[in-house]
T-cell receptor
């Protein structure tokens, strides 16, 4: 099946700077995309989602951008803080309608915040 | 507090000894799912359930069973565990499917010797 991937396995940024984590997907039929954050010893935590009828969505300090033309998804974190250190996963929902099909996850990007 | 609870959190056992990992959610979610997480492979779906008495295979179902007799519970059963099932397992739930945010438990680390 088609899969979701990430461009960089590790991203190191200075505290206070903005972070951008990228994700490429290959299934043009996917219509729902999610970003999760996973801290050590914990399960993935939902951050933000976006549907294919949108190209941008903002949350608190986070923005997700969707470029369907090049099948690219990004997560922007503004003014990164030490608590943002974690592994970030993008995921896509294959299929449509009730979303019965499985969720496909990328391999993850480890975000490291330098003091 | 809305949560997905898995038990046990850690288990070391031996090949062939049947085990069950329980998962319970208190959000009245219809959709529940099991994933395993392995280094370099990310999260892969094992089984999912759209509602009570409805279960389906995910990407890596071999060696696993599930049941959904009640809405809140979705146990993962390993009838005859093998070392290649050593992994970190996550249960998740969502209101009605994968096109909505899934809530994850904190994981169960299984070691099969």
């Amino acid at each position: 099946g088609e899969s979701v991937g990430l461009h960089l396995p590790t991203l190191s940024v200075q505290e206070g700077d903005n972070s951008i984590i990228n994700c490429a997907y290959s299934n043009s039929a996917s219509d729902y995309f999610i970003w999760y954050k996973q801290e050590s010893g914990k399960g993935p935590q939902f951050i933000i989602d976006i549907r294919s009828n949108m190209d941008k969505r903002q949350g608190q300090r986070v923005t997700v951008l969707l470029n369907k033309t090049v099948k690219h998804l990004s997560l922007q974190i503004a003014a990164t803080q030490p608590g943002d250190s974690a592994v970030y996963f993008c995921a896509e929902a294959q299929g449509s309608g009730g979303g019965a099909d499985g969720l496909t996850f990328g391999k993850g990007t480890h975000l490291i915040i330098q003091p | 507090e809305a949560q997905v609870t898995q038990n046990p959190r850690y288990l070391i056992t031996v090949t062939g000894k049947k085990l069950t990992v329980t998962c319970s959610q208190n959000m009245n979610h219809e959709y529940m799912s099991w994933y395993r997480q392995d280094p370099g492979l990310g999260l892969r779906q094992i089984y999912y359930s759209m509602n009570v008495e409805v279960t389906d295979k995910g990407d890596v179902p071999e060696g696993y069973k599930v049941s959904r007799k009640e809405k809140r519970n979705f146990p993962l059963i390993l009838e005859s565990p093998s070392p290649n099932q050593t992994s970190l397992y996550f249960c998740a739930s969502s209101l009605s499917g994968t096109n909505q945010p899934q809530h994850f438990g904190d994981g169960t680390r299984l070691s099969i010797l």
